[in-house]
Nanobody, 121 residues
Framework: QVQLVESGGGLVQPGGSLRLSCVAS????????MAWYRQPPGKTRELVAG???????NYVDSVKGRFTISRDNTENTMYLEMKSLKPEDTAVYYC???????????????WGQGTQVTVSS
């Protein structure tokens, strides 16, 4: 059984920094794309940043220059370094991965349970 577990969320003042982690565990053959999504209060979930297995990254415009996504393929772990945080970054942040298990020919999408990030003074 595959699990994605996020950690690193919390309360931070505007201008502060946080580092989120996402660990994929279980029976995994390979992980293709990974991504961070977020869902602000009362809004729909949105893509924040994505990273391909080869390391190519993409970001939503609102976080470019402030957030950095990375991954460690040997540890099945993904990170999101967040700097210069703003109140509008407040959201539940979700880890997403497209991966294949040993018993499957196809890839599937998996989600973590989410971690709360609150930016407030």
């Amino acid at each position: 059984q595959v699990q994605l577990v996020e950690s690193g969320g919390g309360l931070v003042q505007p201008g502060g920094s946080l580092r989120l982690s996402c660990v994929a565990s279980g029976s995994i053959s390979n992980i293709n794309a990974m991504a961070w999504y977020r869902q602000p209060p009362g809004k729909t979930r949105e893509l924040v940043a994505g990273i391909a297995s080869g390391g190519i990254t993409n970001y939503v415009d609102s976080v470019k220059g402030r957030f950095t996504i990375s991954r460690d393929n040997t540890e099945n772990t993904m990170y999101l370094e967040m700097k210069s945080l703003k109140p509008e970054d407040t959201a539940v942040y979700y880890c997403h991965a497209t991966l294949r298990t040993p018993l499957s020919t196809y890839t599937r999408d998996y989600w973590g349970q989410g971690t709360q990030v609150t930016v407030s003074s």
